[in-house]
């Protein structure tokens, strides 16, 4: 008797995990007869997606990405040396729409005007590609950059959001050139998530060096190898899916990642699969030991959390704070405030010698959106505090302390 096709075998691994938009999506591309399933794998109907098998035990099978195939042919190479012709040719082969069996989405995509660039700075289009897989993504260099070494942060999106609507969005650019520093935004391919979600909750993608993760890593890796980027001021934050991925960097790579900001997120390991990423993100989950390897105790981390948010209970952000802290002893100070029209409890966790480490923004009537952001961009909220610039504020304090402490400790 002859095997199921793949894409039915998929299809009943989807429906068995709840996801029956996927799974319909899937199936209405389906053969038309079983002569065009036994047939050459690469000769499917229509939209037939020629799927590849997971990488992982319990992981997805994969559309085949114009880099899947790359990204086992460049495991091991610098990517400072690729010929820039053949940089150039990927580009361009992910822009011409090669993944049209990839049309449906669980929301409608929104067309939005790429963020203004100011004379004399760049928003690159770059491709990265390992072992795991591929992804594009934008680079953002400001126009006062001069070759000097510079600091850097990775802004890993929300669902259904692209690099140009999250720059839009935060405008994180905007503070970038305020303060010259990169800007990167990975963008996460639709082929490894429908809804263009980081995949926060497999485990394959929760560890270091394997799955997303390693992608993620890669793509900082090579900023700072084709750029002068300054040691120990590397950052990475995110929104919603993109938060509990940037907590996982976090836990996972703390000798890359100086500081972490989770805007509306999860801790990492707050789900292993798609039933507890629900339940997770409705009641919260216990948030559980970070992988620090013994580089430090704790993970410098600014979140954001709306009370009012409906889609991620404000428990997680409470969940990545005791994440960060580990077992370390903080003491806590309580702040209240107001900024653009909405109250705010932000507390700031300080150790020992007075350095803040962590710091909590609860937005008092806030949602699941980025704080003070510009209605240019998707799920973002005026109102509130400018989650952008208190980030960075956050992130550049962490670096002055740890300029203080060094001069002090100097003979």
Not at 7 to 33: C, D, F
Not at 378 to 388: H, L
Request: net charge neutral; proline share 6%.
């Amino acid at each position: 008797m002859n095997a199921l096709p793949r894409h039915i075998l998929e299809a009943t691994r989807l429906t068995r995990q709840g996801l029956l938009k996927e799974a319909m999506t899937l199936l209405r591309g389906a053969p038309l007869s079983p002569a065009d399933a036994a047939g050459e794998e690469r000769e499917m109907r229509g939209s037939i997606l020629d799927m590849m098998p997971p990488q992982a035990a319990g992981g997805a099978w994969m559309a085949p990405q114009y880099c899947g195939a790359l990204g086992k042919r460049f495991e091991g190479l610098d990517q400072r040396h690729m010929d820039g012709r053949l940089r150039g040719l990927l580009d361009r082969i992910g822009q011409t729409g090669s993944l049209r069996a990839l049309e449906v989405l669980v929301e409608p995509a929104v067309v939005r005007a790429p963020p203004s660039i100011p004379d004399g700075a760049r928003f690159e289009e770059r491709v990265f590609a390992n072992a795991a897989g591929c992804r594009h993504y934008k680079l953002y260099v400001p126009s006062r950059h001069t070759g000097a070494a510079l600091p850097l942060v990775v802004m890993l999106h929300g669902c259904t959001q692209s690099p140009d609507d999250f720059a839009a969005g935060t405008r994180m650019n905007d503070v970038a050139e305020e303060h010259t520093f990169l800007v990167a935004y990975p963008a996460q391919a639709q082929s490894a998530n429908i809804s263009k979600c980081w995949n926060w909750f497999n485990a394959n993608d929760q560890q270091r060096d394997r799955g997303e993760p390693s992608i993620i890593a890669g793509i900082t890796r090579e900023i700072m190898g084709d750029f002068p980027v300054e040691l120990g001021r590397v950052y990475i934050a995110g929104l919603s899916a993109g938060g509990a991925a940037a907590a996982i960097m976090g836990s996972t790579y703390p000798d890359l990642y100086a500081a972490i900001g989770v805007h509306s997120g999860l801790a990492c390991g707050a789900a292993s699969d798609v039933p507890s990423a629900f339940a997770a993100m409705r009641a919260g989950a216990a948030a559980r030991s970070p992988h620090h390897d013994g580089v430090r105790s704790v993970i410098p981390t600014i979140v954001f959390h709306g009370d009012r948010d409906t889609t991620v209970n404000r428990v997680n952000g409470d969940q990545v704070i005791t994440q960060a802290k580990a077992a370390a002893y903080l003491r806590a100070e309580v702040i209240q405030g107001e900024a653009g029209g909405l109250h705010y409890t932000r507390t700031v966790h300080v150790d020992e010698g007075g350095q803040p480490v962590l710091e909590q923004w609860v937005l008092h009537g806030g949602g699941h959106a980025w704080s003070g952001g510009s209605t240019v961009g998707s799920y973002t909220d005026p109102r509130g505090p400018d989650a952008s610039r208190e980030m960075m504020r956050f992130f550049f304090d962490q670096a002055s302390w740890e300029r203080s402490g060094a001069a002090l400790r100097k003979p």
